[in-house]
């Protein structure tokens, strides 16, 4: 058995770990109790997309190789922009569909016409802006920029990203999912941009949890009445 001072060590040590790592250990366990009673379907913000949505049909389109003769197409996608059918080009140019004139972005108007189509009716609208840069813990992040960000009069905040160059519908943020992305960065320990889980403060952080956890066993061990017993029977 282990005795005297690598006793009061091992004590000391696991209190130590304990109180370093309480907070660390509280929000694991606070996050993954907020993930297992959410519905992630909410948290993507599918309670505020339209049920079903009616694509348009267009009838005299131009052929896309009558764009531009320069143009060497790899990639071509029918877009629909405030009733207008438009070819989004090798994932980089917007021409009308019709007339073939290249179109250099959308506009406001367009792009809160592009969100009321896929989102419910009846939100309102309050404010809409432009957004050319994010920083690494926007909510915004890793999507296509820039892009026009309309903002709701609704009870979770809502906001609703679309794409500026090609019109397309990328994504809504509320409430809900912040509260989400930021118990997920306590989850992870990815400070910097939330997803990254082999990050070296997760690492440390782990490590110390087991030596935590296996230094408590190790208490347990040397503390229990009943091992003590077991181990004067075999010295006798």
Known sequence: MIKGKKVKWI??????????????????????????????????????HKKRIVAESFSGLISPSLLHPSIAIQSIELREINKNPFYWVNGKMLYNAKTG?????????????????NIVSGLKAKEIQLIKEVGKHHEYREHLLPAYVISYQEPNNLKVYISA???????????DWRWFDFLWMTHTMDYEGRDNMNNIVLRVFSLLGLI???SGFLLW???????????????K
Not at 11 to 17: A, E, G, I, N
Not at 22 to 43: A, C, H, K, P, V
Not at 108 to 114: D, G, R, W
Not at 165 to 175: E, K, P, S, V, Y
């Open 11 to 48: 004590r000391k040590s696991h209190r130590y770990l304990g109180i370093f790592l309480g907070l660390q250990f509280l929000m694991w366990t606070i996050s993954g109790l907020y993930f297992s009673w959410t519905n992630i379907d909410d948290i993507h913000g599918m309670q505020f």
């Open 101 to 117: 004139k290249l179109k250099k972005g959308i506009t406001k108007e367009e792009a809160l016409a592009i969100a009321d189509k």
């Open 165 to 175: 160059n090609d019109g397309a519908f990328q994504t809504i943020r509320h409430r």
């Open 212 to 214: 935590t956890v296996l």
């Open 221 to 235: 061990y040397i503390s229990s009445p009943t091992i003590r017993k077991i181990w004067r029977k075999i010295k």
